[in-house]
């Protein structure tokens, strides 16, 4: 299983910051170990109040998460992630309509074959 960063950059703190994620917590917590990020700083929705299961990572660890195969995603690609991960068929059916390519303007076009590489085809029929 994947482990996802997007490219989303916030300041945090004087830091660029960017998040970390995957469907699969062992491998989300197993790739934090890998390029030094405490599982205390996990952001879980369990325990917090965060909208899915991820870690804040600033510019440095991501490019160590990336090197160590960590794929990056757009915004639209991060959407569909999320919305996998949060087993919320709504909002992976807000980005279907914006990959509809009979749309003028169908921005994220590229997702459905996208998950389909990353082997969450069948999320797209929820």
Known sequence: MSVYVDSAIHALRGRLMCHMFSPDLDALHAMARRIGIEQRWFQDPLTMAVSWPHYDLDQTRRAVAVELGAVICDRYQTVAMAAIIQGRPDKLRRIRALADPGR???????????????????????
């Open 104 to 126: 003028a303007f169908a921005p994220a076009r590229h997702v459905p074959e996208w998950l389909a590489e990353q082997g969450f085809a069948q999320a797209w029929d929820w």
